[in-house]
């Protein structure tokens, strides 16, 4: 059975139809492909329907692995662009619009990916803040904060997990971004110190951490409603 998959891009007010076919056009050229070379259409599908969705096995669980959290990153910041913070500088607008833009096209760029290689398409999650103050900038900046840490962490610990090669390669090139992202936030929470590359996040041989998903998952958990599982992983 397939399901009816609905992404979108709701309370978002920002026009990113210009914007986002200049980033997106050259990973976009790498999708076109991939979706040629991507899992049988079975492949990791639970034939037993239950209530709960599972990532799936293989590949096509990485992808809807990652494409969770993409999820989970659009939502935040479409939130954050939507009702700034009050007294916002426009430099700090400019990163967040910046960041919303990256996140959304990540989300969607797994969405189509994932599309063209199964069935077993993650649905669209729902997400909860229930610490989170949008219009306290130390607030917003602590989650962002955690959830770009825990973004390339995330990235780093599913790779090896990854069987095709220009998946790989792709995953390689986002997590590069979302570093980037994690560096931006550091810096506007600590500017001009170390902390943009502190050692809570690299090791002493100069490497970003890596984690598994089963901790991933717990740790990001308390901002998804929807349930799902993972059990190739052992998640749910």
């Known amino acids: 059975m397939k399901k009816t998959i609905n992404v979108s891009n709701q309370g978002a007010t920002l026009d ?16 076109a492909g991939l979706t040629l070379i991507g899992c049988e259409d079975n492949e990791g599908y639970d034939f037993m ?24 990153e659009a939502d935040f910041y479409t939130k954050v662009v939507n009702n700034f913070y009050s007294g916002i500088s426009n430099a700090e607008k400019e990163l967040f619009t910046d960041l919303y833009h990256h996140e959304v096209i990540h989300r969607d760029f797994f969405k ?9 398409v993650l649905p669209t999650l729902e997400f909860q803040y229930p610490n989170v103050n949008f219009n306290d900038r130390n607030s917003v900046l602590a989650t962002a904060k955690a959830l770009e840490d825990t973004g390339v962490a995330a990235y ?12 790989l390669v792709i995953a390689g090139k986002i997590v590069s971004v979302e ?45 998804i409603k929807t349930p799902f599982t993972w059990k190739e992983q052992g998640i749910g």
């Open 156 to 167: 780093n610990g599913a790779g090896k997990y990854i069987t095709n090669a220009d998946y």
């Open 49 to 72: 329907q239950t209530d709960v969705f599972d990532l799936g096995k293989g590949d096509a669980g990485v992808l809807n692995y990652a494409y969770a959290l993409e999820q989970l």
């Open 16 to 31: 990113t139809g210009r914007r986002n076919f200049l980033k997106l056009s050259g990973i976009g050229l790498a999708m």
């Open 112 to 120: 189509a990916a994932i599309s063209g290689a199964t069935s077993n």
């Open 179 to 223: 570093a980037r992202h994690a560096s931006a936030i550091r810096n506007l929470i600590n500017p001009g110190t170390a902390a943009f590359s502190g050692d809570d996040i690299i090791d002493s041989n100069g490497l970003d951490l890596a984690k598994e998903p089963k901790d991933i998952v717990m740790a990001a958990g308390g901002f």
